[in-house]
Structures are given as structure tokens and as C-alpha cells.
């Protein structure tokens, strides 16, 4: 079949072809078609569980869905915030101290993502090469996710930091302009 995989071949209940199809006739796809992956699967790349735009993201200190539990759930990001200020109403002050919060998380994400992304690269060079042992194998993978957390754990502090600067009202209105569900905010937004 030339690489080709058999993916279904439709049969009856008792396990014959089903009517209406060629007895011959099976369901086929290219071998890209067998993996979820493979589109974004580059054989070249250092780095190949992550995409090349995963990976400039992280390089460039944005969240790549790091934050997202804070996000969906009524805690505001910096950079977003900042982007919608004239629309939330935020005050000079505000601006300020949320403008602060996004360039102190940044200083902390763009050396941690590199940490993080070395700390792949090499788990994934070992791998290729056959180096990683059973026994080694759980070390490594802890380190890269303990890698993982601090990055991700960064990103959801900005958004901890960034609700406390905002009143309830503005959190709201920051929830509805993202489109999310009834704009109530996150419990621990103050209310002044």
C-alpha cells in the first residue's frame, strides 16, 4: 500500500462488510494522517514537542496558555489589561502600576522560559541519542516541568498582581470585552 494504514473498513454486526460496500474497499490515509502531530512535527528542530511559534512566544516572554486559569477565570493579564486601558477606564495610576507588573513579569519569563527551553532541548537531544535511561528518565522529565511551573507560575502572578490594581467594575468590563461568560469578576477582586 505504499505507506498507506488501514484506518476502518466498514462490517456488519457479524463482522462481514457491511452492505453497500466494495468487500475490496478499505479506508485509507497517508501515515501523517495516523498522528495527531504530525503537522507540526519538524525532524530537524531541537526542539521538536513544542511549534517554532510555541517556541518564539516563550522566547519573547507571552504566556502561550500558561495563564489561562487565571485568565478564564476572572483574573485579568497585564498586557492585555494595558491594551484595553481607555476602554476599562484606567487611571494614570493604574496604568502605571499595571505597566510595572507587566515589565517585572517579563523580566522574570523571558530568562525563565530560556531556562525552560534549554532544559527541553537537552531532555529531547538525549532522547534522539538513546542517553536517557528508566532510571534517569523521571529526574529529567521533573526538572523540565518544575521548569515548566515556575514559567507558568510567573505568568499567573502577574494576573494576581494585575486584579488588585483594578476596581470590580473595570474587572468586569475586562472579562466582557475578552468575551468571556457574564463578566462577574474573580471573587478576590477588590471592590473598590
Known amino acids: ?38 503537522d507540526r512535527y519538524d525532524p530537524a528542530a531541537s526542539i521538536r514537542s513544542l511549534t517554532p511559534e510555541e517556541i518564539a512566544q516563550i522566547g519573547r516572554g507571552e504566556g502561550i496558555g500558561f495563564a489561562l486559569p487565571a485568565e478564564l477565570n476572572g483574573l485579568p493579564g497585564p498586557r492585555h489589561v494595558l491594551d484595553l486601558a481607555d476602554e476599562l477606564g484606567l487611571s494614570r495610576e493604574q496604568r502605571t502600576r499595571v505597566q510595572q507588573v507587566f515589565d ?21 537531544a538525549d532522547i534522539r541519542a538513546g542517553r536517557v535511561t528508566e532510571r534517569a528518565l523521571p529526574s529529567r522529565v521533573a526538572e523540565v516541568y518544575q521548569l515548566e511551573g515556575e514559567l507558568a507560575a510567573a505568568h499567573l502572578v502577574s494576573h494576581l498582581q494585575t486584579a488588585e490594581v483594578m476596581t470590580a467594575e473595570q474587572v468586569g468590563t475586562y472579562q466582557r470585552l475578552r468575551g468571556y461568560e457574564s463578566g462577574t469578576p474573580h471573587p478576590g477582586t477588590p471592590t473598590s
Not at 473498513?9 to 504530525?38: I, K, M, N, R, W
Not at 523580566?107 to 529531547?124: D, I, K, M, R, S
Request: hydrophobic fraction near 45%; avoid cysteine; proline fraction near 7%.
Open 104 to 124: 517585572d513579569m517579563r523580566a522574570t519569563v523571558v530568562p525563565a522560559g530560556q531556562h525552560y527551553l534549554a532544559a527541553v532541548v537537552a531532555l529531547e
Open 1 to 38: 500500500m505504499g505507506g498507506a494504514v488501514v484506518l476502518w473498513t466498514a462490517t456488519a454486526d457479524d463482522g462481514t462488510p457491511a452492505a453497500g460496500h466494495d468487500h475490496g474497499e478499505q479506508t485509507v490515509a497517508s501515515p501523517a494522517a495516523d498522528s495527531p502531530y504530525a
